[in-house]
């Protein structure tokens, strides 16, 4: 089993809507998630963290599920800039080691 | 602040040569790390550092080798390359480890044939 599980997509979803995104982790002793955004043949960079109570930043809202060990994002209103790539990140054994989702492709269309 | 930056963006290897991927921040930032790219897969670390002549391995190491003199310096020497290091390779940053943002640096395309 994957230690970070994400559904590849793509979703494809209309200028507009709502859409959400799931991921699951396997190590019960994570403290540490997050969402990243990679756009096509560019590096990572940090959407937002994820924290236990849940957590919003303006369209985007991202929630954590200890007992089922899944994070969500959902993004409300989404914008054409919003077509990218969405990383799950969850740390590892130690403070020094992140795991990756492969990532969920997202493709908002006009 | 040029933030996370490598070099080169791009490179071609034949099997068997060695080269040295270049990363360097100018954020002070004590934690560097590097990673590997391939389709279909998460981003997984191959070795990291903590701190000036401190590094350690992750995931993947074998091949590689890093070393971290100076704080913002943290070089990732390919020993003799394989056509299995084809990848995209990126260098990241924090203040001090994973439960910090991540920076990172704009990638390099490697192909080993």
């Known amino acids: 089993r994957k230690e970070v599980e994400q559904d590849p997509g793509p979703f494809n979803v209309p200028e507009g809507a709502t859409v959400a995104f799931n991921c699951t982790y396997s190590?019960?002793?994570?403290?540490?998630f997050f969402w990243y955004r990679q756009d096509c043949r560019k590096e990572p960079k940090l959407l937002m963290s994820?924290?236990?109570?849940?957590n919003e930043d303006g369209r985007f809202t991202a929630q954590l599920n200890r007992a089922s060990q899944y994070i969500s994002l959902l993004i409300r209103d989404s914008k054409l800039s919003d077509s990218a790539t969405y990383l799950c990140?969850?740390?590892?054994?130690?403070?020094?080691?992140?795991?990756w989702g492969a990532g969920t492709k997202l493709i908002i269309k006009p | 602040n040029a933030g996370v930056t490598q070099t080169p963006k791009f490179q071609v290897l034949k099997t068997g040569q060695s080269m040295t991927l270049q990363c360097a921040q100018d954020?002070?930032?004590?934690?560097m790390s590097w990673y590997r790219q391939d389709p279909g897969m998460g981003l997984r670390l191959i070795h990291y550092?903590?701190?000036?002549?401190?590094?350690d391995q992750g995931e993947v190491p074998n091949g590689y080798n890093v070393s971290r003199s100076t704080t913002e310096d943290f070089p990732l020497r390919l020993l003799s390359a394989a056509p299995s290091q084809t990848s995209v390779y990126f260098c990241?940053?924090?203040?001090?480890?994973?439960?910090?943002?991540?920076?990172f640096g704009p990638g390099t395309r490697l192909t080993v044939t």
């Open positions: 990241a940053s924090s203040m001090a480890g994973t439960a910090y943002e991540q920076y």
């Open positions: 954020m002070n930032h004590e934690y």
């Open positions: 550092s903590v701190g000036a002549g401190i590094t």
């Open positions: 190590n019960s002793a994570s403290q540490s």
């Open positions: 994820v924290y236990s109570s849940g």
């Open positions: 990140v969850v740390n590892g054994d130690s403070n020094y080691q992140l795991i």
